[in-house]
């Protein structure tokens, strides 16, 4: 069974940091590119970072490029999302997720998800 | 970026109907188009993937069809754990999700 353990989040002050954590299970973790999605609760969602199985091509959303860094270790089946400088508005329920397909040219759909964390940053 | 719009907002049927959700992408996505299924205080559950094809488990009462830039996910005849909310999503360039569809009980 597919499954994606998340942890990390928590309460933050403005411009603070926090590190989140992804623990897959169940599949070949160095086989499949991995992405953060976040959601602000009652809202839509957006995909916020990728990285490719060799950790390789990490990809940031404009609203976060510069502040968040994604990372893997393979060795430890574990994603990771480095988030400084945290604002206001990335206060969201953070979803790791794993892409459908092993091998693509284009970006991801999306077929397993963690069960999110929050984040939240006010002062 | 890619905008996805969906409609309608929310959608009110019974159980037994038959609900059609729409996406309209703002630029063609080609196939690159999949439907998410999102429960209260659960994560998005993938239904459709690339415009057509069912995801491992999804019953066959759920369809997408489509390309370019008008897609339509149905439900042929609505179960009771049907009503939810629905999202599109493109991976034509980088992953941009539609602002969903309320799907509730009439």
């Known amino acids: 069974e597919v499954q994606l353990l998340q942890s990390g989040g928590g309460l933050v002050q403005p411009g603070g940091s926090l590190r989140l954590s992804c623990v897959a299970s169940g599949f070949s973790f160095s086989t499949y590119a991995m992405y953060w999605v976040r959601q602000i609760p009652g809202k839509g969602l957006e995909c916020v970072s990728g990285i490719n199985n060799d950790a390789t091509g990490p990809a940031y959303a404009d609203a976060v490029k510069g502040r968040f860094t994604i990372s893997r270790d393979n060795s430890k089946n574990t994603l990771y999302l480095q988030m400084n400088n945290l604002r206001a508005e990335d206060t969201a329920l953070y979803y790791c997720?794993?892409?459908?397909?092993?091998?693509?040219?284009?970006?991801?759909?999306?077929?397993?998800w963690g069960q999110g964390t929050l984040v939240s940053v006010s002062s | 970026e890619i905008v996805l719009i969906q409609s309608p907002a929310t959608l009110s049927l019974s159980p037994g109907e038959r609900a059609t959700l729409s996406c309209r992408a703002s630029q063609s996505v080609s196939s690159y188009l999949a439907w998410y299924q999102q429960k209260p205080g659960q994560a998005p559950r993938l239904l459709i993937y690339d415009a057509s094809n069912r995801a491992t488990g999804i019953p066959d009462r759920f369809s997408g069809s489509g390309s370019g830039t008008d897609f339509t996910l149905t439900i042929s005849s609505l179960e009771p754990e049907d009503f939810a909310v629905y999202y599109c999503q493109q991976r034509s360039i980088w992953p941009t999700f539609g602002q969903g569809t309320k799907l509730e009980i009439k």
């Open positions: 997720a794993k892409r459908r397909d092993a091998h693509g040219s284009k970006w991801a759909h999306f077929d397993y």
